[in-house]
């Protein structure tokens, strides 16, 4: 009989190996492995090649650090991380180390071989907020590359600089853009000064135009 996509699962809590284990097999899944810490995981994907990899973020030893290390040696496995919760950082990290999706603990276990098949597929399994994310930090990357070339007599931004720039670009407020970054109005018009100065623009208008690369 021909098996299915083979699985690892790594996470330190037994009980929740067994609901995933289970689940992947009822979808058609081989699990190849089954460990408890980030260590034993970058072994057994050396000993075992898997298909997907189904790594817990907060196990011993680092689920980020597992997908850096067997998504660098073994980039054909899809890595998908399990999480407690749908923090974005922790997500963002997982995501830039390579994984392509996730799977909330606690969500109904017949949704793990969906998720399975999707990223095996090729696709991302992602929550919306962090695609959304995603799309900002890709945004904000560029614009530092595009502006960081141009910036006159050697200026640097500060990162808060930066996030101010990119805040403004994105069309807010000094009000919107002091509740985004969580420091008062006056704070952020300080920052937007310092900007202005080292753009050697009169107004934000201006520093608009150069992050746009208008005339």
């Known amino acids: 009989m021909t098996s299915g996509p083979s699985v690892l699962i790594a996470d330190d809590h037994a009980a929740t190996r067994a609901v995933v284990r289970r689940a992947v097999q009822d979808g058609g899944f081989l699990v190849c492995a089954d460990v408890a810490d980030a260590d034993a995981a970058i072994r057994a994907a050396r000993e075992t090649r898997p298909d997907v990899a189904l790594l817990d973020v907060r196990m011993p030893g680092g689920g980020i650090r597992a997908a850096e290390v067997i998504g660098a040696e073994q980039p054909e496995v899809s890595i998908v991380m399990l999480t407690v919760s749908a923090d974005d950082d922790d997500l963002f990290s997982a995501l830039s180390a390579g994984a392509s999706g996730y799977?909330?603990?606690?969500?109904?276990?017949?949704?793990?071989?969906?998720?399975?098949?999707l990223v095996l597929s090729g696709e991302?399994?992602?929550?919306?907020?962090?695609?959304?994310?995603?799309?900002?930090?890709?945004?904000?990357?560029?614009?530092?590359?595009?502006?960081?070339?141009?910036?006159?007599?050697?200026?640097?931004?500060?990162?808060?600089?930066?996030?101010?720039?990119?805040?403004?670009?994105?069309?807010?407020?000094?009000?919107?853009?002091?509740?985004?970054?969580?420091?008062?109005?006056?704070?952020?018009?300080?920052?937007?000064?310092?900007?202005m100065r080292k753009l050697q623009v009169d107004d934000r208008a201006g520093a608009l135009r150069l992050v746009r690369?208008?005339?």
Not at 107 to 117: E, G, K, M, R, S
């Open 103 to 117: 799977v909330l603990k606690g969500q109904d276990p017949a949704t793990v071989p969906q998720i399975l098949h």
């Open 124 to 195: 991302a399994a992602l929550p919306r907020s962090l695609v959304k994310r995603f799309a900002q930090e890709y945004r904000a990357r560029d614009l530092r590359q595009r502006l960081g070339a141009r910036l006159p007599g050697g200026a640097r931004l500060t990162p808060r600089e930066w996030e101010v720039l990119e805040l403004l670009n994105e069309g807010l407020g000094t009000a919107e853009i002091g509740r985004r970054l969580f420091v008062a109005e006056v704070t952020i018009r300080t920052h937007l000064l310092a900007i």
């Open 213 to 215: 690369g208008e005339s």
